[in-house]
């Protein structure tokens, strides 16, 4: 059970958009709509940004945007600001009540 | 409010079992699947596996079965995370973690405070 692949770093000034991919299988990412993303703060709880591909919950900000396409999903942030450094996990719904996060993206704004 | 309380940090040797809380409040706890996530230093998030409160239920992490059992005490409003043949590898904060609603579709919303899990000789 190997975990979603994310790339392991994303840069951009501010103001900028960034779009971080999560790569899954046909088990995860490619036949479920169940897909989320998250951002952590060092030594904070992660915060919930998107849930099922495409769905911001109450509060998140409307620069937070996800989509997906065949086993890749995606998380854009647009207007990017300063306070958008963080760390950005993507996670899945697997199977049998099974999920899995992945490795996890460090975004750095320049 | 929705509140997760986890017990405090643990020191283990390797080969022993370690045993973490986590106790809610503020919304009905048989409702909701309860997530164990956990967080190596330096390292990601990793999921764990769940319990269904309801019924008892549970989903596990494949690279754990064998040595995790996650349990719900519907008395007590709390869940339980047990791990067993501890390694280093199991170094890490352990969250406990819910949605505590519908609104997020299944996904975690609320997170404890973590408890920090040390295996050494």
């Known amino acids: 059970q190997s975990a979603l692949t994310q790339p392991a770093s994303v840069s951009g000034s501010p103001g900028q958009s960034i779009t971080i991919s999560c790569t899954g299988t046909s088990s995860d990412i490619g036949y479920w709509k169940y897909v989320a993303w998250y951002q952590q703060h060092p030594g904070k709880a992660p915060k919930l940004l998107i849930f099922d591909v495409s769905n911001r919950p109450s509060g998140v900000s409307y620069r937070f945007s996800g989509s997906k396409s065949g086993n890749t999903a995606s998380l854009t942030i647009s207007g990017l600001q300063a306070e958008d450094e963080a760390d950005y996990y993507c996670t899945s719904y697997r199977s049998t009540s099974t999920y899995v996060f992945g490795t996890g993206t460090r975004v750095t704004v320049l | 409010e929705v509140q997760l309380v986890q017990s405090g940090a643990e020191v283990k040797k390797p080969g022993t079992t370690v045993k973490v809380s986590c106790k809610v409040s503020?919304?009905?706890?048989?409702?909701?699947?309860m997530h164990w996530v956990r967080q190596a230093p330096g390292k990601g998030l990793e999921w764990v596996g769940l319990v269904d409160p309801e019924n008892g239920g549970t989903g596990y992490a494949e690279k754990f079965q064998g040595r995790l059992t996650i349990t719900a005490d519907t008395s007590t409003d709390t869940s339980y995370m047990e791990l067993s043949s501890l390694t280093s590898d199991d170094t890490a904060v352990y969250f406990c973690?819910?949605?505590?609603?519908?609104?997020?579709?299944?996904?975690?919303?609320?997170w404890g405070q973590g408890t920090l899990v040390i295996v050494s000789s």
């Open positions: 503020g919304y009905s706890f048989s409702d909701y699947y």
């Open positions: 973690a819910t949605p505590a609603s519908f609104a997020t579709s299944g996904f975690v919303d609320y």
